[in-house]
């Protein structure tokens, strides 16, 4: 039931129609106001009269029903209460046959979404400032997934460039291939180290380093069996972390994936009139639209990152024929999106406009640095680990006597992680604590996987549901069922605006309210129609907490 459509279908105001008036409706920020209000200043310029006037008449002519069961105008404001009870009887039974469904849609059948994240580069480690892009990008596959998408999620690989004939020079001269697949991405990160500070004395292994990325290029039979030797270590190395993450990817085409599909975009440019020659180089002038030039083919006729770019959206719009895009890249990269999103525009691509850059800020760590094996990166499967870690030790501390300990602080440590990062507006930088987000008080995982036990246990001594119905609602039960009813919208607000945290802070408000009325309204109690009302309540919030954290990528626990 569509509260806010029903009443902005009834009011029916002359020069206003019902979406526009849908539009202006909210929710008031206290549940004793009303569920509903629409705040009448929005109108006075349309009917040329106060805010409290026009509340007034708007009152005077509103009919109540079986929906709505009171309308007041306090100043200016337009308040509605609807029929609390039906809503929340309703309600509670369709969360819990809904289950694992509830807040899922079909506004997405039909419509295939692309999503590009975490999008690592091989033999580089794999560090924290990689956990936003994971973590973004693996909700957003979820939420789109639950709203009924068809989703493709792409790990489009850094796997291209001169790096990879440096790699080859420096393994040749101090690694093998023992030693890599020994002590995999901490060796192959050495070697890389290490060529760097050797070729600033000798510049002549650049020149060898080019030569041996040419023989990758040229399908040299040596230099691809190191190049993917390199490739299987990191992705073998990573793929732990997606594992303890819940990541999937539907796809792993990387840059060197479009070395073959770049020269018919190349073509389409020149055939278009788009390149000029800048010092050799080909370039698509950008300054029209306040850019600098998008560069296409170095003078060596190589090809750059927005080349490959271009032939991957050309490539996904062609396999996946998607409806939208969206490449989950922190905002340094803001600009280069801009660019060749403009030049496919300009090449007359009409579906750049549904390429979207979610741009997210960066992650740091409290205390500057922590010592990690290699060099001054904060590796992510030590974040993840010293989480798990440190979750270990609270329970031990706490709940020495937990089943599966091992398996609970696997779970609340990689949340605390998880949910750490989504936290907050994703454009945030962000400064990650291990204390703030293992704390079990305050907005955190913990927080609300505490909650997710307490229901179980709540549901556990009171046994199955019976009769309920015919209960007087208290305030601290109608907060929570309010809020259950929000899960929905929110859902779909958070796919709108490519903004999972919207799902985090609606977890921490339902946990908030659970356990107010946990506190506040004792539940085994006699009377067992209100005992059963507030069973089923519990029940509800139990499958939406759950919902909420799966849709995160965040697993519950039994107990904790
Ligand atoms: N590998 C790149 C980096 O680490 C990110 C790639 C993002 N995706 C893309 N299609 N450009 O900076």
Same mark, same amino acid.
């Given at each position: 039931m569509d509260y806010k459509k029903h009443i902005s279908e009834k009011l029916s105001i002359d020069g206003v129609n019902s979406e526009e008036l849908y539009s202006f409706i909210e929710t008031p920020p206290n549940n004793e106001m009303g569920d509903f209000a629409l705040p009448c200043f929005k109108l006075s310029k349309i009917l040329r009269n106060s805010p409290v006037k026009i509340a007034e008449d708007l009152k005077n002519s509103f009919v109540l029903d079986q929906y709505i069961s009171d309308c007041n105008a306090? /100043? @200016? %404001?337009?308040?509605?209460?609807? /029929?609390?009870?039906?809503?929340?009887? /309703?309600?509670?039974?369709?969360? #819990?046959?809904? @289950?694992e469904k509830y807040g899922s849609d079909d506004i997405g059948n039909g419509k295939t979404i692309c999503i590009d994240y975490s999008s690592i580069n091989i033999a580089k480690p794999f560090h924290i400032?990689?956990?936003?892009?994971? #973590?973004?990008?693996?909700?957003?596959?979820?939420? $789109?997934?639950?709203?009924? %998408? !068809?989703?493709?999620g792409i790990n489009h690989l850094g796997d291209y460039g001169t790096q990879f004939g440096k790699l080859i020079v420096a393994f040749k001269r101090w690694s093998s291939e023992q030693a890599v697949l020994e002590k995999r991405l901490s060796e192959l990160t050495r070697i890389y180290v290490k060529y760097h500070d050797e070729a600033k004395l000798d510049p002549s292994m650049d020149d060898e380093a080019r030569h041996y990325f040419k023989l990758i290029e040229d399908g040299d039979?040596?230099?691809?069996?190191?190049?993917?030797?390199? !490739? !299987?270590?990191?992705?073998?190395?990573v793929d732990k972390i997606y594992k303890l993450l819940n990541v999937e990817f539907d796809s792993y085409a990387g840059e060197s994936f479009y070395n073959d599909k770049m020269a018919p975009v190349v073509e389409e440019l020149k055939d278009k009139g788009l390149i000029k020659m800048s010092e050799g180089a080909s370039?698509? =002038? *950008?300054?029209? $639209?306040? +850019?600098?030039?998008?560069?296409?083919?170095?003078? =060596?006729?190589?090809? *750059? $990152?927005?080349?490959? =770019?271009?032939?991957?959206?050309v490539y996904r719009k062609n396999t996946y024929d998607f409806d939208k895009c969206l490449y989950v890249v922190a905002y340094q990269q803001n600009l280069h999106f801009k660019q060749f999103f403009k030049v496919l525009e300009l090449m007359g691509k009409e579906w750049a406009k549904d390429l #979207?850059? #979610?741009? %997210?800020? +960066?992650?740091?760590?409290? /205390?500057g640095s922590m010592s990690t094996r290699s060099g001054n990166v904060v590796l992510l499967e030590d974040v993840i680990n010293k989480t798990i870690e440190k979750a270990l030790k609270v329970i031990e501390e706490k709940n020495p006597a937990l089943p599966d300990k091992d398996k609970i602080a696997k779970a609340v440590g990689t949340g605390a992680v998880i949910f750490g990062a989504l936290c907050n507006n994703k454009i945030k930088d962000i400064v990650f604590s291990y204390d703030r987000v293992l704390s079990f008080e305050g907005e955190t995982c913990p927080y609300v996987q505490y909650t997710v036990a307490r229901c179980n246990s709540v549901i556990a001594k009171c046994g199955e549901l019976g009769e309920f119905d015919d209960v007087d609602m208290n305030n601290d039960e109608y907060e929570v069922i309010s809020t259950l009813g929000r899960f929905r919208e929110v859902? !779909?607000?958070?796919?709108?605006? $490519?903004?999972p945290s919207l799902i985090t802070r609606y977890a921490l408000d339902l946990a908030t309210a659970f356990n107010k009325f946990y506190m506040n309204c004792k539940i085994a109690v006699e009377d067992e129609k209100v005992k059963n009302f507030r069973l089923l309540i519990t029940k509800a919030v139990k499958v939406t907490l759950t919902n909420a954290l799966t849709l995160l990528g965040i697993e519950t626990v039994e107990q904790m």
């Open positions: 306090v /100043n @200016g %404001y337009l308040n509605f209460k609807i /029929n609390r009870k039906g809503f929340a009887f /309703n309600l509670l039974k369709e969360i #819990v046959s809904a @289950g400032g990689h956990l936003s892009t994971t #973590v973004i990008g693996s909700a957003l596959c979820k939420i $789109y997934r639950f709203l009924g %998408y !068809k989703v493709v039979e040596e230099s691809n069996k190191l190049f993917e030797l390199f !490739k !299987k270590i990191t992705l073998e190395e370039i698509v =002038d *950008l300054e029209e $639209y306040g +850019m600098p030039p998008c560069l296409i083919l170095k003078s =060596d006729g190589s090809s *750059l $990152y927005a080349t490959r =770019d271009m032939a991957a959206a #979207v850059h #979610v741009s %997210y800020g +960066m992650v740091s760590l409290e /205390n859902v !779909k607000a958070s796919a709108e605006k $490519y903004e």
